[in-house]
Nanobody, 125 residues
Framework: QVQLVESGGGSVQTGGSLRLSCAAS????????LGWFRQAPGKEREGVAA????????IYADSVKGRFTISQDNAKNTLYLQMDSLKPEDTAMYYC??????????????????WGQGTQVTISS
C-alpha cells in the first residue's frame, strides 16, 4: 500500500524559508514521479515541482524557479521541498503527490494519482 505523509509546514515572514518533507512508503526505487503541489483558497491546485524518483531530473513551475528546490533522499524514501525567498503569494496548502511513469514534466494535478494529506504554509508580509 502506497502512502505519502507531509510535514514541515508553518508560518514565516516574507523572505523567510521553510523545508517541507514527504515520507513515501510502498514505492519502488524508481519508475515513478514525485511532486509538490499547492492549493490556495478559491484556486485550483497547481504544480510546484517534480522529480523522477531515483534520478536527478527535476522540473519547476515558473513561479518558483530559483526559489524552491525539490530533492529526494532515496535511503530515507523522503521527498523534500526547500522553499527560500518566500512570498505572501506562496501561501497555500502544500501536497506531496506521486504518479507512475517517467513523464514528470506534466504538473497538471489530475494526472497524479497518489496524494498526501497536505501541510499548510502561510507567509505573512
Amino acid at each position: 500500500q502506497v502512502q505519502l505523509v507531509e510535514s514541515g509546514g508553518g508560518s514565516v515572514q516574507t523572505g523567510g524559508s521553510l523545508r517541507l518533507s514527504c515520507a513515501a512508503s510502498g514505492y519502488p526505487y524508481s519508475g515513478y514521479c514525485l511532486g509538490w503541489f499547492r492549493q490556495a483558497p478559491g484556486k485550483e491546485r497547481e504544480g510546484v515541482a517534480a522529480i523522477y524518483a531515483g534520478y536527478s531530473t527535476t522540473i519547476y513551475a515558473d513561479s518558483v524557479k530559483g526559489r524552491f528546490t525539490i530533492s529526494q533522499d532515496n535511503a530515507k524514501n523522503t521527498l523534500y521541498l526547500q522553499m527560500d525567498s518566500l512570498k505572501p503569494e506562496d501561501t497555500a496548502m502544500y501536497y506531496c503527490a506521486a504518479k507512475w511513469g517517467d513523464n514528470c514534466s506534466h504538473l497538471y494535478f489530475r494526472e497524479w494519482t497518489d496524494w498526501g494529506q497536505g501541510t499548510q504554509v502561510t507567509i505573512s508580509s
